[in-house]
C-alpha cells in the first residue's frame, strides 16, 4: 500500500520561504520520477515541478529560478524549497509518484502520475 504524506504548508508573506516535504512509503523506488502539483481555487491543477532518478528536474515556467525540487533516498523523501513567494503561489500543493512510464518525467504530464498524497495548503498574503 503506496502513502504519500505532504507536510509543510502554511501561510507567509510575500517574498518568504516554505519548504515542503513528501514522505513515501510502500513505495519502491523513490528515485524514479516524483513531482509536485498545486491547484488554486477555482483554477485547474498546475504541474510545479519534477525529478527524475537520474537527478534532471524540470520545472515549470511560472517557478523557474524560485522554486528548488530534491529528494533524500535514504530518508524516502521528496522535497520542495520554495522561495520568493508570490501571492500567486496560493494553492494546495500535492506530491505524487509516476507510475506511467511511456511519459516523460515532467510536471507536464499529471496523467503518468498515479500515486497521489493528501494536499497542503500554502498561502501567500
Known amino acids: 500500500h503506496v502513502q504519500l504524506v505532504v507536510s509543510g504548508g502554511g501561510s507567509v508573506q510575500p517574498g518568504g520561504s516554505l519548504r515542503l516535504s513528501c514522505a513515501a512509503s510502500?513505495?519502491?523506488?523513490?528515485?524514479?520520477?516524483m513531482g509536485w502539483f498545486r491547484q488554486a481555487p477555482g483554477k485547474e491543477r498546475e504541474g510545479v515541478a519534477a525529478f527524475d532518478g537520474i537527478g534532471r528536474p524540470t520545472y515549470a515556467d511560472s517557478v523557474k529560478g524560485r522554486f528548488t525540487i530534491s529528494k533524500d533516498n535514504a530518508k524516502n523523501t521528496l522535497y520542495l524549497q520554495m522561495t520568493s513567494l508570490q501571492p500567486e503561489d496560493t494553492a494546495t500543493y500535492y506530491c505524487a509518484a509516476r507510475t506511467k512510464f511511456g511519459y516523460s518525467c515532467s510536471p507536464r504530464y499529471p496523467m503518468a502520475f498515479g500515486y497521489w498524497g493528501q494536499g497542503t495548503q500554502v498561502t501567500v498574503s
Open positions: 510502500g513505495y519502491t523506488d523513490i528515485s524514479d520520477c
